[in-house]
């Protein structure tokens, strides 16, 4: 689990879970591709989540620039889409 910038309080508790189920967490994100590949058999990507408005900052852009040059697979998710929108505010 990476993270760029520090987790809205949705992603707090989230991040805890992670935590609890022993999946470890990424001081940093390689930022070359073959390091990814070497260490892992498969990308979750969950940056954007709730609240994402363009432009994406840069903080965000380096991580997509580098998936985009990862040759393992990538699955792509979201916030779970049950959240009411009222809940996520």
Known sequence: ???????APVGE??????EAM????LSYFPSEPHLIRDSFNLVVD????IGFKP???E???SVIETL????????SVDIPSGKKNEEMK
């Open 1 to 7: 689990m990476f993270y760029p910038q520090r987790p």
């Open 46 to 49: 969950a940056l954007f989540g």
């Open 55 to 57: 432009p994406v900052k």
């Open 22 to 25: 022993d999946i470890p967490s």
């Open 13 to 18: 508790s989230l991040s805890r879970q992670c």
């Open 68 to 75: 985009k040059k990862v040759d393992i697979p990538i699955c």
């Open 59 to 61: 903080t965000f852009a």
